[in-house]
Structures are given as structure tokens and as C-alpha cells.
């Protein structure tokens, strides 16, 4: 996947979170958002992935030679942030299903298991997620970002809530998905941007 | 995306004028005056004062009664529970609410609708004295 | 796209069924509204005509307090980025329609059975027509209403604001349903009720096409 | 800064005109009257054919003489006493009724020499019958108010301009000052000429559907607290309620018999509307009236822009 955000500006209620940010990101390529605390990092990578309208400026997403519409521009992103809720009053995998099922996607009780086991959750928990430490939680937005394989994956603060154990799921994916298509985290965290082939700084105008 | 919104705007339209014309092709309903007695409840009565008959009023008990003739050119007798309407003579039609009672139609409150036409009184009958003048 | 719709349908009718949020509470605030008519007319006979009214009265009401509910829910448990993220604003629309559209025809027949219980008052002389009334009035109300819960959802005071809304846009409805069902109870002419039933039609068409065109705006922020 | 002025002047003008010009009979209602209510006195205007001569003991005094009215139509008017200006006037404004014993106009008391210029009187609406100079424009406005309104708000949502949101909201708040304008003339004039306050009238229905329009409008606005949020969301709103306000406003009032002029069961479509049906000098006062609220809107529209860019720059140089 290939994006091109051209001057991209965001306000709230008139005032300026950010202005004309500009960036690439090429496919193959893992790209770094980093910023101080209100920068407004999250507020770009919801706005990379088609969830806010920028107030100025213009994202081109590009898969080989071929546009993505933003209508359908959905279908090529995975996204994983902290402020993500999922449906919690259903188990992992009745989730599961239910992305698959939305997305027009066809699932087997196979693939889910082996999605949860990739991310490191119990296969059999039965419980919703409601039930779930916070850590877990994060793991279950690891399956919502990947289970349909998107080409763009878009990572705020992957490994907040996470053990060694999960960090290492994390960076597994990462490097899977920098293969398949292209990766954004916004993150502060040193381990993280260790992992960015590039880096930009969104500072609070 | 443009196309969309044509199309829809286009359904949009079609679609009021369609509603809109149901309008012409209802009846809508009054209650008429035998429709009141059928039913006894409060209703709404549209029709005319009917002006060969006598009206009354009644200062004691605060009641003008006067006659009506509704839409079904049926005539009944209505008694009004206050003083005779504003501009009662001259209403084009008047609606009385009320309900129907010991054959009569008591009312407690009676409209009076005027004519909307915003010109002069051109023509009609003239007494005696008023006469065209022969230019 | 239809299988996307009914896919989002289907999730939020196995939500539903799961947490009961709605469903409870509207079966009982449909037996607590028929509880305090009866109670306030205890004694009183009431033409099948004035109980018509009545039935709408309780018809609004009850969707005025459970159909905002598919929205504020994914609002209220934060959901919505989610719920952007794994469909297209059209599928999310049609699904939740579909949803409202199930809720208030279940919702309706509910309350039409047990004004039939137990007003021995309302006797309906064409069913046929009335059941005709009950289903585009239950379509009109659902695809009215969830364009505004879509709305309200996102404002602060959603409770007290969806019947503010919905009220002068769902008035044409209200009329020519009340009218086609008084028709259909009291059994006069069959073709009186045609400019009621194309209003109702056409007004249930003008609705829908304008929320389906409207809802990206409401659905991104 | 002219064309204020002149709006200014234009609107107290004309309504100076609306109010103050007398409403003068002619001998047809005079006549019409002495059938139904031979005490009620009614101002009557004629013009002068004859000067006449002192009344004789028999036919009861006072002056007679012989005018015209504006239908061509003669009769003979009894004044009390030998008019004033007798020899000068061409005509008189008189309050009179008809005498059906003696077949004269019966003049009980002088209104004015020589009228000039006077408003048909209308049986049954009399004086009230200027109403129409004040609420029609109301109405109008609340109407053209709203459309206005959508069309920035469609706009907002094209062009994502702030501008355009503020210039929705301003358009609506304006249209609901003139609803509760009209909706609160027409009322009292109700009470008065039709005997109440409110009957749901089909117009009455529409402009309350309106007003309920208006507030649910504001009540969305005030709940939302993110501006972009706030501007798309009402003007969605503000779209979804115009594809359901045109059956109360443009089609029911018409096609339903009602209390309004322009109803099912009337001849004409209106007093605006139809060509024929009113008197060519209220028509003339009543279409000045209504250009003049139309500008006024549009003058009202353009100090909330003005007062709102004043806001902004203020907030941005105190930021």
C-alpha cells in the first residue's frame, strides 16, 4: 500500500491540533509517527485511516497502480489503538467470526483458532471479552487489525498493556505486514521507532 | 459520487409530488350533523348559518341559538353556550364544536370563517335608494 | 454489500439477545403504558376510534424510547471506530435499519396483541388492512428514526433528544397512519384509504433515500 | 449605508401606509348590511354628484345631497347638519348606515374631506383585514428562512466551510424569531376574528410543525460540542426535516378546507398568490411589505456575519 498525505491539517472546534503535515509511505516500509503527549499523533493516524476527515489536505492511498476509494478503503486497513473497543460482551472467538462474517470474509473454526494462538490467547475461553485482563484485550485488537489481511496496518502504542511476550507478537507482525504491504505506529517508545525504517514528528502547532 | 446524489434527489422529488398528490385524491372527512347524533360524541361541524330562520339570544342563560345547514343539507338547531360570535352575520361558513344533544346541536365554541376575497363589494342586491348611475 | 448489511444485522441481534438492554425494558414500558391507560379509564367506554389514537400514542412512545438504542449503544460502549473500521457506512445504515425495522415490527405486533387483550372496546373489522397499516407504519417509523438515532447518538443529551427530533419528521407518518388505521377499524370505504396508503409509501421511500444519502455525513466524523 | 436608510424608511413607510390608510365601504356593503344589522355604522366613502339642499321637516332635516361611490353606483346621504366644508369638498369618508324606511344613506358622522386614498372594507375582517401586511411577510420569511438555512447547511456538507454552518444557524435563528412572530399575530388575531386562539388549521398545523422544526434544530445544536460535529450533524437534520416539512407547508394547507384564505374551499389560491381577489392598493402595500422584510432578513443576515467574524478575530487575538 502506498500513501501520499499532502498538507494534511486538523482543527477542533477551530483550533489547530495540527498543520500541513506531509509524508510517503512506500510500501515494504515501516513509518514512525512520534510527538509529544497531545501532539496529536492519534488524531493523524485516525485521520490516515479514513475514521476523520482532515479540515485541509488530502490522503491518496495507492495499491500497485490502482486508487483506493475511500468507501471502500475499510477493507485495506487493520488498526490497533488502546481507544479501540471491541464487542465485549461476545467470547474471542464469536468475534472472530463476527469480523469475518462483516468484512464478507469466509472463516473456519480452524483459522480462528489458529489466529488466537498466533497472538498467544487461551483457544478455548468461552467468557467474553469483557472478562479479559487489559493485556489480553490488546492481543484481541491484534487479531481485529489482521484477520483480514489488510495491506496497510496502522499501530497506536502496539505494545502498550503488553508483556515481553506479547511485544515479541507484536514486532513478529510487523515484520510480517512491512512484506505484505506497509506499516504506521505512532508511539514515543523507543522500542518501537527502533523498529521504523522512517520517523516524522507531528508537533502541536 | 455525484451520481449518487442526483439519483437520490431525483427519487426525493418524484416521490413528494406523489405524496403530495394523495392530498387531491382524499376525502377529507367532517362530521356531519348526523354523524354527530349517530355518535353522540364531542365533534366538529362545518356548514352554513342558515339566515331564513330565526336566531336568538338568550341574556339569562348566556345562549344564541341559531340554525345550521351541513354539508348534507341537513338543518339542525344549535345552541352556543356565550354571546353571539364576532362578525356571525357575515361568516361565509361556520364550524361549531359540540356534541349532539336533545335534538339539538349544543355547541361551545362556533367559528366563524370570513370571505378571503381582499377587494371591495362590487355587485350583490341594493336597496331601493342605491341605484347604478347611468353614465 | 446486502451480505454485509445482514451481517451487521445479525450482530446486533445477537447483542441484542445477549445483554436483553432493549428488549426488557420495552416489553415492560409497553405493559406499564397500557397499565396507566387502562387505570386512567377505568370505567369508561371508548369508541374503537379514540382507542386508535391511543394505539399510536403507545406506538410512538415505545419506539421513541427503545429505537435510538442500536446507536447510543455503540457509542456508549465505544464501538463505533470499531464498527467504521469493519464496514462500509452503507452496510452499517442498511444493517441498522433492517435491525430497527425488526425491533418496532415485533414491537408493534406486541402492542397490537395486547390492546386486542385487552380493550374489549378495540374491535378492528378489516384485519387485512389494518396489519397493511401496522407494517408500513412500522417501516416508516424505523427508517425515520434511525437516521436520527444515527444523529442523537453523537450529541450529549441523547435520551431527551430523540423524540424532540423525531416528532415534526415523523408527523406526516403519524397522520396518515392514524387515519388509515381508523378506516381500517371502523370499516367504512375501502378506497378511502388509497391517499393515506400512498402517503404513507411515498413518504416511507423520501425517508430512507435521504438518510442513505445523508448517513456518511452523520457516520465519519 | 444608503440602502438602510431607505429600508428603514421603506418598511415604516409602507407600514405607516397599511396602518393609517382608512378602511372606506362603498354603497354595496351599506346596502348589504342594512339586511342583516341596520344599526351598525360603517365608514363610507363617496364622491360628490350633486351639492343638494337643506332636508325638509318631513324627510328629517339636515343637509341632503347625492354621491357617487367608487362602483359607480348613486344614492342619497342625509348629513345631520350643512356639512362644513360644503362648497370645496369633493367628496367625503363618512360613517353612515343605510336607512331602509326613507331609501338614504344616513351620515352619522364626518370621517374626512375629500378622501383620496382608502383600502376596500371587507365584511367580516373590517380594519383586521390589515393584518395581512404584517403576518403574510412573517410567514413568508420563516419559510424562506428555513430553505436558506438548509441550503448553507447542504453547502457546509459539500465545502466543510465554518462560514456556511454559521451562516445556517444564523438564517434558522432568524426564521424562528419571525415564526414566533407570526405565529403570535395570526393567534391573537384569531381570538378576534374567527373566536379562537388556536383551531388547528391546516396553516396553523404547518407553522407549528415548523416552530417544532426550529427547536428541535437548536436543541441538536446546543448538545453537540465539537463544532465540525455540530455543523454536519444539523445540517443532516435541517435536510431530513425539509423532505418532510413541504406536505404541512405547501401541499396540505391547500388541498385542505380550512379557516386560511388560499384553503380547499376557497375560490382563489390566496391573497398572494392569485391574480385577482384583492384590492390593487393593499396589493401594492402588501408586495412593498414583503420586499421590505426580505431585505430586512437579508440585512439581519449580514450584521450576525459581521458580528461573528468581529467574535472570531477577537477570540484569535485574545488566544
Known sequence: MHVQAETISKKFNRR?????????????????????????????????????????????????????????????????????????????????????????????????????????????????????????????????????????????????????????????????????????????????????????????? | MKKRYLIGGGIVVVFLIIGGLSFLNSSVEYATLSKAEESGKR???????????????????????????????????????????????????????????????????????????????PDGDHPDGIKKSSL | MIRQALAVFRKDLASELRTRYAINALLMFVVVTLAVIMFALAGETLTPTALTGMLWVVMFFAAMSGLSRSFVAEEERGTTMTLQLLASPTAVYLGK?????????????????????????????????????????????ASATTIIAAIIARANTKGTLFPVLSFPVLLPLLMAGINATKIAVEDVRWDAVWPDLQLLGSYIVVITTVSFLLFDFVWKD | MWWKILLFFWIAAFSAIGIVTPVAGDLGTVGMYAQMDAAKLLPVKFTVVDRGRAATEEEGGGWLLRGRDSHDREADFRFAERPADLETAEGWLVSARYDTQFHRVEVAEVLGASPAFSFPFIPGLEERAKIIFFHVPMAWMTVIAFLVSMWYGIRYLRKKDMDDDFRSAASAG??????????????????????????????????????????????????????????????????????????????????????????????????????????????????????????????????????????????????
Open chain 1, 16 to 205: 489547530a491540533v495540527f498543520r500541513d503535515v506531509s509524508f510517503t509511505v512506500e510500501p515494504g516500509e515501516v513509518f514512525g509517527i512520534t510527538g509529544r503527549n497531545g501532539s496529536g499523533k492519534s488524531t493523524l493516524l485516525r485521520i490516515v485511516g479514513g475514521l476523520l476527515t482532515p479540515s485541509g489536505g488530502e490522503i491518496r492511498y495507492r495499491l500497485g497502480t490502482v486508487a483506493v476509494a475511500p468507501e471502500t478503503l475499510h477493507r485495506s486497513i487493520g488498526y490497533v489503538a488502546p481507544y479501540l473497543t471491541l464487542y465485549e460482551e461476545f467470547s474471542a472467538e464469536e468475534n472472530i467470526v463476527l469480523y469475518a462474517r462483516i468484512r464478507g470474509l469466509r472463516h473456519t473454526h480452524a483459522e480462528a483458532q489458529a489466529l488466537l494462538e498466533r497472538v498467544g490467547l487461551p483457544v478455548d475461553r468461552r467468557d467474553p471479552i469483557r472478562a479479559f485482563s487489559s493485556g489480553m484485550k490488546q492481543r484481541m485488537r491484534l487479531v481485529f487489525a489482521i484477520l483480514h489481511r489488510p495491506p496497510l496496518l496502522l499501530l497506536d502504542e502496539p505494545i502498550s498493556n503488553l508483556d515481553s511476550e506479547g511485544k515479541r507478537i507484536v514486532y513478529g507482525i510487523v515484520d510480517e505486514f512491512r512484506r505484505h504491504g506497509a506499516v504506521i505506529i505512532a508511539t514515543n517508545d523507543a522500542e518501537d521507532i527502533a523498529q521504523c525504517d522512517r520517523t516524522i514528528s507531528v508537533e502541536a502547532a
Open chain 2, 43 to 121: 365533534v366538529q361541524v362545518t356548514g352554513t348559518w342558515v339566515q331564513e330562520m330565526s336566531t336568538h339570544y338568550d341574556t339569562e342563560n348566556n345562549r344564541f341559538i341559531f340554525y345550521m345547514r351541513d354539508e348534507d343539507n341537513r338543518v339542525a338547531k344549535v345552541e352556543f353556550a356565550g354571546a353571539k360570535p364576532n362578525n356571525f352575520d357575515l361568516a361565509t361558513s361556520v364550524v361549531a364544536k359540540g356534541r349532539y344533544e336533545d335534538g339539538m346541536f349544543k355547541a361551545s365554541e362556533v367559528l366563524t370563517k370570513c370571505p378571503s376575497k381582499y377587494e371591495g363589494n
Open chain 3, 97 to 141: 435499519l433492517l435491525f430497527n425495522l425488526l425491533l418496532v415490527a415485533a414491537l408493534n405486533v406486541f402492542i397490537v396483541a395486547l390492546f386486542l387483550l385487552v380493550m374489549d372496546q378495540f374491535v378492528v373489522s378489516q384485519f387485512g388492512l389494518f396489519w397493511l397499516v401496522m407494517l408500513l407504519g412500522s417501516l416508516g417509523i
Open chain 4, 174 to 319: 432568524l426564521g424562528l424569531l419571525f415564526c414566533i412572530l407570526g405565529t403570535t399575530t395570526g393567534s391573537l388575531w384569531a381570538k378576534f376574528n374567527w373566536g379562537s386562539f388556536w383551531n388547528w388549521d391546516p396553516r396553523e398545523t404547518s407553522i407549528f410543525v415548523l416552530l417544532l422544526v426550529y427547536g428541535a434544530y437548536f436543541a441538536l445544536r446546543s448538545a453537540i460540542e465539537i463544532e465540525e460535529k455540530r455543523a454536519a450533524l444539523s445540517a443532516v437534520y435541517s435536510i431530513i426535516a425539509a423532505a418532510t416539512v413541504p406536505f404541512f407547508v405547501f401541499i396540505m394547507p391547500r388541498l385542505m378546507p380550512g379557516l386560511h384564505p388560499g384553503s380547499a374551499d376557497d375560490s382563489n389560491a390566496g391573497p398572494v398568490l392569485s391574480s385577482g381577489g384583492m384590492d390593487t392598493a393593499m396589493r401594492m402595500v402588501l408586495y412593498s411589505m414583503l420586499a421590505g422584510f426580505l431585505v430586512l432578513y437579508g440585512w439581519l443576515m449580514s450584521i450576525q456575519m459581521r458580528l461573528h467574524r468581529i467574535k472570531l478575530r477577537r477570540a484569535e487575538s485574545a488566544a
